[in-house]
């Protein structure tokens, strides 16, 4: 096997095996440890260190430690939040949320740089195309990473189905569940009673066994890697330019009115995975329900992605975010209107399936969007969406504990809105700039990248 290609899988799988644990911990954070809102505010530390750190460690870490040794760094913060949920408390919980936070920006700006580094090398030595190859590589670890989901939240199901605690959910419990919920940190039902401490323990034996084999994959397969070029660029940028890069593309109106879009982004996945997992799935089903509610998100998420890249070039982006637009607005009004069933199974996977759509637009058109918009100043412009789509997670999970369901859904039904609103100025603003010209129409047709939330 091609040595390239043999470093690429090594990182597919090694991000493969890390994710495995942390999608399906995420997944679990606001029903596993809902005393006192543990979980969705370790989750809301978490973003908040990711924001932080994509500012100012990938460039530190990547120049001291080299691309290898920063990614197998960075995994190990990910498996110390796996042990920290051993013994889920304020002291451990939220210390392990900020290593992950702060080891995030630098894992996965460390695989961009080395997939780059590596295409590139190979393309000079086989004398092809370096985009080609680049394009050829993300796409092999996207098609394996994209996976993760699934493998983590089946995982957990087919453990915690094995708890005691199933049973009958009575009428007078179904009614803390819902849109209009009680806000309580008891046990108020069957369903929301937590497995047992041995059923627990194994699945965070799993997941850390699966972060740790992860590491292991990389320090032992990934070979190191280095490019003249790249240490040479690094030189000549300072760390705190990017930052400073950052800040002055606020300047540009278009980045601006792009704030609200962006920040929908976090704020419609931490619904989805914080309130809607707890306060319908977990309470109406039971905790087991969680894992089989975000396969269904997490596989429809992952063929639309694919879908909409080949078909936008067709149908161009403005049909697709008001496709995504109108489906969720049909979900949030569900979720409002709803009062879940434990009858009415299907429901409970038809909406994370639609959610899942519209989540495959906001990511793979939000990403085009940026990538289109602000060819020029790209790296500013990631940045900001990394930034924004970061403090919407932290908003969301912020506030997750303090609000009924009913609230924050009119909360995100409101961002929503206001996003369409400032998206159409920004598409007007193009129109406007280049009106009818067939350069601007190519280039609202070009096809998205890969998305690479799921942090």
Known sequence: MERNLKNVLVISFGFLLLFTAYSGLQSLQSSLNAEEGLGVASLSVLYAALTLSSMFLPPILIKKLGCKWTIAVSMCCYVAYSLGNFYASWYTLIPTSMILGLGGAPLWSAKCTYLTIAGT??????GKS?????????????????????WGNLISSLILSQSSNQGEISEEDLECCGAYDCLTDTTNSTGSERPSDSLIYTLLGVYTASGVLAVLLIIIFLDQIKSDQAETEKEKTPFWSTFLATLRHLKDKRQCLLIPLTMYSGFEQAFLSGDFSKSFVTCALGIQYVGYMMICFAGINSLCSLLFGKISQFTGRKLLFALAAVLNTSCIITVLLWKPDPKQLAVFFVIPGLWGVSDAVWQTQT????????????????????????????????????????????????????????????????????????????????GPHGQETHM
């Not at 090398?121 to 086989?126: D, F, H, M, S």
């Not at 940045?383 to 369901?405: D, P």
């Open 121 to 126: 090398l190979y393309a000079e030595k086989a």
């Open 367 to 446: 990403n085009a969007l940026y990538g289109i918009l602000f060819e020029k100043n790209k790296e500013a412009a990631f940045a900001n969406y990394r930034l924004w789509e970061s403090v919407g997670f932290v908003i969301a999970f912020a506030y997750s504990t303090k609000l009924q369901v009913y609230i924050k859904a009119y909360i995100l039904l409101s961002v929503l809105v206001l996003s369409m609103l400032t998206y159409g100025a920004v598409e007007y603003l193009e129109a406007k700039s280049s009106p009818g010209t067939p350069a601007a129409t190519k280039k609202e047709n070009g």
């Open 130 to 150: 370096a985009k080609d190859i680049i394009n050829q590589y993300f796409g092999i670890f996207f098609l394996v990473f994209q996976t993760s989901g699934v």
